[in-house]
């Protein structure tokens, strides 16, 4: 028996009020995480691109809560993170992002862009770092080709204790740079 959750009527209600017209899915439900199975559809006449993700985990409101919160947290410091269209019990629906922060680097549209790239993730590490986040994993951090986006407000992001004032050590963010990127 497959647990991964159905899009309901009211989430598809939801969303046909914004992307009015057809819905066609890419990639059915499947475990994309620890504490998730997701989803990705073209929605609407635009075939907008987007992404459904259900928790599974124990809890699953509280847990949904949770990272609707952390999510608040990263986005009003200045941290870009998907566009979010509906939430629904413990389902959210957000925009897709296409490229892993490595593709977007490896692939830049311009060499400025790589260094913008470089400039941007610098800056997100340090401030989740600041914001008193202890990430266990960062491998989340996405790119829509020229930014940095996060998408993972789960227990990657790690708990979240007394914000810094300090900077992340060069050694350490440098061992991420080198990780997410994918390159020495």
């Known amino acids: 028996?497959?647990?991964?959750?159905?899009?309901?009527?009211?989430v598809l209600e939801q969303l046909g009020e914004k992307f009015p017209?057809?819905?066609?899915?890419i990639n059915d439900?499947?475990?994309?995480?620890?504490?998730?199975?997701?989803?990705?559809?073209?929605?609407?006449?635009?075939?907008?691109?987007?992404i459904a993700k259900a928790c599974v985990k124990f809890a699953p409101l509280e847990t949904m809560k949770e990272w609707l919160e952390r999510r608040e947290v990263?986005?009003?410091a200045g941290l870009a993170t998907p566009v979010l269209h509906t939430v629904e019990g413990a389902v959210l629906v957000e925009e897709f992002i296409p490229f892993t922060i490595s593709e977007?680097?490896?692939?830049?549209?311009?060499?400025?862009?790589?260094?913008?790239?470089?400039?941007?993730?610098?800056?997100?590490?340090?401030?989740?770092?600041?914001l008193g986040f202890n990430a266990l994993s960062l491998h989340d951090i996405r790119s829509r080709g020229t930014d940095v986006v996060m998408i993972d407000f789960g227990?990657?992001?790690?708990?979240?204790?007394?914000?810094?004032s300090d900077a992340?050590?060069?050694?350490?963010?440098t061992k991420i740079f080198q990780q997410l990127l994918n390159c020495k």
């Open 74 to 76: 990263i986005r009003e």
């Open 168 to 173: 992340l050590p060069k050694a350490i963010s």
């Open 1 to 10: 028996m497959n647990p991964a959750p159905q899009l309901d009527n009211i």
């Open 104 to 130: 977007a680097y490896q692939n830049p549209q311009t060499m400025d862009t790589q260094e913008k790239l470089k400039d941007s993730l610098n800056s997100t590490v340090q401030s989740i770092y600041k």
């Open 29 to 50: 439900w499947h475990r994309s995480g620890a504490e998730t199975y997701s989803t990705d559809f073209l929605a609407g006449h635009d075939e907008s691109h987007l």
């Open 21 to 25: 017209g057809p819905f066609s899915v």
């Open 155 to 164: 227990s990657d992001l790690g708990t979240q204790s007394t914000p810094r």
